[in-house]
């Protein structure tokens, strides 16, 4: 199977699976979805779904948030781990969205990436889920699923991304990536899947190479 042939199976298969896809992190608008992904780093979207509604009774806009202190904030989201930096972020971009973007989340690439504790990918998430911006965020489940289907070197997350853009259909991306991650997690974990779960990796690896992860 080429490249191609196997972005086109992996489609069909996920559209078949998965043929609605729900954001996973429970939100109201852009900026309760922007502290959600940011609370998500090294936490499941469980457990964000858990802390989100005790800090958003509380604060779920900017002006709200900024009348909490940090450590006011970092007590509730403690859970969540990184407590101390996400907490501190969380205030920070605050602040700035008020300041800069009249309490609104901009809807641009660059000026969300300036945000304390905003990276690239929380940039796309917010992007793609929020405004409907096409973009291809690369969690460690499409991560690591695109290097078992032969499609990226497993190299870095960007390569990742960029070769993920190429090979799907752009019209497809903010559907594909949120399949890609609930195909990861029902079929295909990170510690040796079962092939009988995992079956396109299985498909795949009738006709390919198959190669082991190797983070």
Not at 16 to 23: A, D, G, M, Q, R
Not at 36 to 41: C, E, M, Q, R, T
Request: aromatic letters at 8%.
């Amino acid at each position: 199977m080429t490249k191609k042939q196997k972005a086109q199976y992996i489609m069909e298969e996920l559209d078949k699976l998965y043929p609605e896809t729900p954001v996973p992190l429970d939100h109201k608008d852009a900026y309760t979805l922007l502290i959600a992904v940011l609370l998500s780093a090294q936490c499941t979207d469980d457990r964000v779904n858990q802390i989100t509604p005790l800090l958003f009774e509380k604060a779920d806009t900017p002006a709200k948030m900024i009348q909490l202190s940090v450590e006011e904030i970092k007590a509730i989201i403690r859970p969540c781990g990184l407590s101390p930096r996400k907490s501190q972020a969380i205030y920070d971009l605050s602040h700035i969205l008020i300041n800069e973007h009249n309490s609104e989340v901009p809807a641009d690439f660059e000026a969300l990436e300036r945000l304390p504790g905003v990276g690239h990918k929380t940039a796309s998430v917010v992007m793609s889920q929020a405004f409907g911006v096409p973009a291809f965020p690369v969690d460690t489940h499409i991560h690591r699923l695109m290097y078992r289907w032969g499609l990226t070197s497993g190299k870095s997350v960007e390569q990742t991304e960029k070769d993920a853009k190429k090979l799907f259909p752009e019209s497809a991306w903010n559907k594909l990536h949120l399949q890609i991650i609930f195909y990861g997690r029902s079929h295909s974990p990170a510690r040796s899947p079962k092939l009988s779960v995992d079956y396109i990796t299985r498909e795949i690896g009738k006709k390919s190479v198959l190669k082991t992860y190797k983070p």
